[in-house]
């Protein structure tokens, strides 16, 4: 994929090795700019978060992002549907510093993993927004993988409402 | 032929030189949910959502979305470039029934 | 004082003043919708009734008082008891029944102390020191399954005399809400109590084609506009100009009386009738065809005020009519709309975790409108379908004329405010 140094591509095969055994993620493709073609799923048994975050990040330290991590999520959620996110991260985003992936994930949804967000530095800005679905109220996750391979985490409670009387 | 009925994009009407640009996009699609019959156990059969989001502007894949389930039905994204040349910049979805949906939109600079 | 038995007190003193609606002059109507929208009813093989509604809804069969004109039935009639003798109240199960979303639940309107509470309501008062109160349990027990006993015109369900609990649920209920008391620890999340709780933010702009699927649906129904249906002619030929412009202002003046059919008639009402005189396409009530083109040409009056009829002898008529449903107790909950609807009752508090609408604000002017929850656009009909369900009341047929009546009084609160279609809502 033109745009990235031979540096991001030797650790993109790490990371896709480390992603080999995600199951049904990576059986979509998690192979930059190749389409994604039909294929059988397996799918896994609910996935607890913690199993998510070790096949994602393996043992590699995730520091604290508060500092440069700005999560946009809604404190609560008027159903679990439809919840809007963004995510901004503090980054000049040139090639020799960027972020190169943002990470979502959902602490209590059946599969945390929710979506990943691979950026080059041509997108100008360490920023993805999109409407995800929530299972129930609990943690929300933003991790964020600098092109340096620094992991930076922030989380949030979001609350979601169950129907009331009406729904 | 990709579906682009199916898509619509948002951008900002006025895009200088070297900005920074958002843009905003969606997709009709069903995400299809995981699905349990009645003793909690997941049915098996190839689920259809979509599961991959390619930004490709003058020509490179600038950036991408690698999705699960748990992005919404009718999924929205929103992501930016930056405007170095005037050109193309498509945004293309893809699901895992071997559907292509995408739109094109032609930046130029004002 | 002690209550003697079960004793029926006069029901015609149980609700508003009852002035029947004058309905002489309306006509029969025979629906026009799909067959789950038509609020029928089939009978099973094993002679059970049915109800054939929307796929996911329920098809229970609530026997009690609906929205219909010739619905003469009372509510039910407000019952005296006595706690009965030898029963002991389990606190434990008593703080499940409060939460259950099978009975009430509560929490719906009550608000009661616990982290995991949520989203509990203000509604009613908040029940977490009713132990301090020191009232009696016999006390609870009546206010549980009757209320209307010492406040007739309340909006709290009378649970027991309607069956959804039983002497038993109530014994534990009372058994339970007599351990509430003080002091009430320090809330450490001001969203756990509606009264500190943040304000829902609502999804956005509800014309981004970017974040309103029901805006590309719209769009997709200028197809069916310009397509000949089956009597050859599309509505494109008679209304030219394209949609935007030939319909414009139009909206603004729905719900109306239409005197070809002697009733008032939504947009979608008027499609029911006018596609097939005109077109020959069914556009049935509640059909994909039917709510989108109902998007379609009411969007082309966005921007301009609302502006129906209040002042003919028809309207006026109507709009009484309306305005009796409107606050008529119906259904399980012996619930009128007024009791969620007006500030008086229950507007902008909690219902659960739900922010219940002013009608005074006007709540017809966004709809057709898209429902995340339910990835599909409503019309305003639907929506007061869907009100059956916290009400235990069976459905009416899309297009019944209680309905349009209805929607009618409620459009008048409109008036003057700019149409904005389609809308988004949860």
């Not at chain 1, 978060?49 to 590699?60: A, H, I």
């Not at chain 3, 015609?12 to 025979?30: E, H, I, M, Q, Y």
Request: aromatic share 8%; hydrophobic share 40%.
């Amino acid at each position: 994929m033109s745009g990235m140094t031979d540096e991001s591509q030797m650790t993109r095969r790490a990371a896709l090795g480390a992603l080999g055994a995600l199951g049904v993620a990576a059986a979509g493709g998690f192979v930059m700019g190749a389409p994604a073609t039909a294929r059988a799923q397996v799918l896994g048994l609910n996935e607890s978060v913690q199993e998510t975050m070790k096949r994602l990040f393996g043992d590699r330290p995730i520091k604290d992002g508060e500092a440069l991590v700005k999560v946009d999520f809604p404190p609560i959620a008027e159903n679990g549907s439809v919840v809007p996110i963004s995510v901004t991260v503090d980054s000049p985003m040139t090639p020799a510093s960027y972020v190169k992936n943002i990470y979502i994930v959902a602490d209590k949804n059946r599969i945390p993993f929710v979506t990943r967000v691979t950026l080059a530095p041509e997108a100008g800005r360490a920023f993805m927004g999109a409407n995800i679905r929530l299972g129930e109220t609990g943690d929300l996750r933003a991790i964020a993988e600098q092109s340096d391979g620094t992991l930076l985490m922030v989380k949030r409670e979001v609350k979601v409402t169950v129907g009331g009387c009406g729904g | 032929m990709a579906d682009s009925d199916k898509v619509r994009l948002r951008l900002p009407s006025t895009i200088k030189a070297g900005d920074v640009v958002q843009v905003r996009a969606l997709v009709l699609h069903p995400m299809e949910r995981v699905e349990r019959d009645a003793q909690g156990r997941i049915i098996q059969k190839n689920y259809n959502y979509v599961n991959k989001v390619i930004v490709t502007y003058l020509g490179k894949t600038i950036l991408s979305f690698d999705t699960s389930q748990g992005v919404a039905e009718n999924p929205f994204f929103s992501f930016t470039f930056r405007a170095t040349a005037p050109g193309p910049l498509k945004v293309e979805f893809l699901d895992t029934s071997g559907g292509r949906f995408e739109r094109t939109v032609d930046i130029k600079f004002s | 004082m002690r209550w003697a038995g079960l004793v029926a007190l006069c029901a015609a003193c149980a609700g508003p003043a009852g002035n029947a609606p004058d309905t002489a002059g309306l006509p029969p109507w025979t629906s026009r919708a799909i067959p789950e929208a038509r609020g029928e009813f089939q009978v099973m093989p094993d002679g059970k009734r049915q109800a054939v509604r929307y796929r996911g809804w329920s098809t229970r069969d609530f026997n009690f008082r609906t929205y219909a004109y010739d619905d003469k039935r009372p509510e039910p009639a407000v019952q005296a008891v006595t706690m009965p003798a030898g029963l002991t109240g389990n606190p434990r199960l008593g703080f499940a029944l409060f939460l259950s979303r099978a009975k009430g639940p509560c929490t719906g309107c009550h608000l009661i102390p616990g982290d995991d509470v949520w989203p509990a309501g203000n509604v009613g008062p908040d029940q977490s020191t009713i132990g301090d109160r020191n009232v009696t349990d016999q006390y609870l027990y009546q206010v549980i399954w009757d209320p209307r006993v010492f406040f007739p015109n309340t909006s709290m369900p009378p649970w027991g005399t309607v069956g959804v609990l039983s002497p038993e649920e109530v014994m534990h209920l009372v058994a339970y809400l007599q351990t509430l008391k003080g002091p009430v620890p320090p809330e450490k999340d001001p969203d756990r109590n509606p009264l500190t709780r943040r304000k829902p933010m609502g999804f956005g702009d509800n014309l981004d084609p970017t974040n309103n699927p029901a805006v590309l649906l719209a769009d997709g129904a200028e197809a069916v506009w310009a397509a000949k249906g089956p009597a050859g002619k599309a509505c494109a030929d008679c209304h030219e100009g394209g949609v935007a412009k030939a319909m414009k202002g139009v909206a603004t003046r729905y719900p109306k009386f239409v005197k070809a059919y002697r009733r008032v008639m939504s947009i979608e009402d008027f499609l029911t009738v006018h596609g097939p005189e005109t077109t020959g396409r069914p556009l049935l009530a509640e059909s994909t065809d039917n709510i989108n083109l109902s998007m379609l040409i009411r969007r082309a009056s966005n921007g301009m005020p609302v502006n129906v009829d209040t002042e003919s002898p028809e309207a006026r008529a109507a709009i009484a009519r309306g305005k009796a449903t409107f606050d008529r107790r119906v259904g399980e909950r012996n619930h009128a709309c007024a009791d969620c609807h007006t500030v008086e009752r229950g507007a902008n508090k909690f219902l659960g975790g739900r922010l219940l609408a002013d009608v005074t604000s006007g709540l017809t002017r966004h709809f057709p409108l898209w429902r995340t929850d339910r990835s599909e656009v409503w019309d305003m009909r639907k929506r007061l379908q869907w009100c059956m369900t916290p009400l235990g009341m069976n459905m009416l047929a899309a297009d019944s004329i209680e309905y349009a009546e209805l929607e009618l009084y409620l459009t008048t609160f409109d008036n003057g405010k700019p149409l904005s279609v389609p809308g988004i809502r949860h």
